[in-house]
């Protein structure tokens, strides 16, 4: 059945239709409307206020759980319970992340993910699984389990990947591990994404890893080397160089706003993807919860470890526009682009990330102060 859905702002992710409006059935856009465009009558329509936004579905590359639920629980009904969840807040699919943990728990988690993939009916679609860990630095495990933490494998990824019946899609590495290149270089060619995360690489490690295939950063400035104006670290790295799309929280906690509005101007929003990082807390009340075997404290949106160091977070997408905004000063196609197009470019999905004929049908309506209000 064809819908139309119109009189709001529609952004493109390369321009914004002020009243404009969109013709869609249940799988895709049939048509795009601009203001003063005859629209096609007897359709079944929807109209919303000319001070909305329509954007296209976002697409979460980093969030672990959410409602109670947690992708490592490795049960359908906790990754039902998440992907119900990120559908609600206008997520139409994500990475399942997985935490640092040992291998017989690694492998329920794949296991039960590939499953799930197969049979999944409804909720935000689950697009693979994304490893953080537990090939990363001792150093900089941060929330991860650091007791868990293993030398990069190639063989032993090679037997995860064929467990997983090839949905690991991203995985995070510290390049400056002995045998990381190889992996880098090995998913490089099986077209898997790797990501600089939890790692002590320096400038000259992380550039190395860079050109070995990294084209991702996982939560840049966040549990890596950062800059010195005589040691440039990893996170110079990775703003210098253009082929690399970077991750950022704007949950108000992992990052002061003027690194947003730095990283913003280094990197552009062509290289921006927004990640929510988000915890089995996130929804839920202040209070204890559990993350990779580990307590956290959650109090005033942020999430933290006993030792006061973060872990996660609970910020939704919503949120994360709020303060992307704020601090950068951005407008509504970038963050399109943070949100969907970069998201669906870097997992190489067709049909996801823009407003456009042929492009998927699953949009996201937010009010003027951008909360949402439908999921399409």
């Keep these: 059945m064809q819908r139309l859905i119109k009189g709001l702002a529609i952004h493109t992710g390369e321009t914004t239709l002020a009243n404009g409006a969109i013709l869609i059935d249940e ?18 329509s929807q109209t919303y206020p000319s001070n909305y936004h329509l954007l296209p579905g976002m697409i ?9 639920a947690d992708v490592m629980d490795a049960s359908s009904r906790a990754l039902q319970t998440i992907a119900d969840a990120l559908l609600a ?42 490893l953080e860990g537990p090939f ?18 190639i063989r032993l990824f ?15 590495i510290a390049p400056e591990e002995q045998g990381a290149l190889d992996l880098i270089s090995y998913c ?30 996982t939560h840049l400035f966040n549990a890596m080397r950062g800059i010195h104006h005589r040691e440039p670290g990893a996170v110079t790295a990775l703003l210098l160089r253009d082929s690399v799309y970077t991750e950022l929280i704007t949950d108000g906690n992992h990052l002061n706003d ?25 929804c839920l009340k202040d209070g204890v919860y559990e993350l990779g075997g580990q307590e956290i404290f959650v109090k ?15 910020v939704t997408f919503a949120a994360a526009i709020k303060q992307m905004l704020k601090a950068s000063g951005c407008d509504m196609n970038d963050i399109v682009k943070m949100v969907s197009t970069n998201p669906a470019k870097q997992l190489n999905l067709k049909n996801y990330g823009k407003i456009a004929a042929g492009y998927d049908a699953n949009v996201t309506i937010m009010d003027e102060n951008f909360n949402i209000v439908n999921k399409t």
């Design 27 to 44: 799988q895709q856009i049939i048509e795009v409307f601009a203001d003063g465009d005859k629209l096609p009558n007897n359709i079944k």
């Design 60 to 68: 979460d590359m980093h969030i672990h759980g959410s409602h109670g």
């Design 89 to 130: 807040q206008g997520t139409i699919a994500f990475l399942a992340t997985t935490m640092t943990a040992s291998i017989e728990d690694t492998e329920k988690a794949i296991l039960t993910i590939k499953n799930f993939i197969a049979q999944q009916t409804r909720g935000a679609k689950i697009l693979g699984i994304h």
């Design 136 to 153: 990363i630095s001792r150093e900089y495990h941060a929330a991860q389990q650091k007791q868990a933490i293993i030398p990069p494998d």
């Design 158 to 172: 090679k037997h995860w990947q064929a467990l997983s019946d090839n949905t690991i899609k991203l995985i995070t």
């Design 188 to 217: 490089r060619q099986q077209n898997i994404l790797t990501s600089l995360g939890h790692s002590q690489a320096n400038y000259a490690e992380a550039t190395a890893g860079i050109d070995a295939g990294i084209s991702h950063a």
């Design 258 to 282: 003027a690194i947003i509005e730095l990283t913003y101007k280094i990197k552009g929003a062509d290289k921006l993807i927004l990640v929510t990082d988000a915890t089995r807390a996130q």
């Design 300 to 314: 005033d949106n942020a999430v933290r470890l006993k030792n006061e160091s973060l872990a996660g977070s609970v």
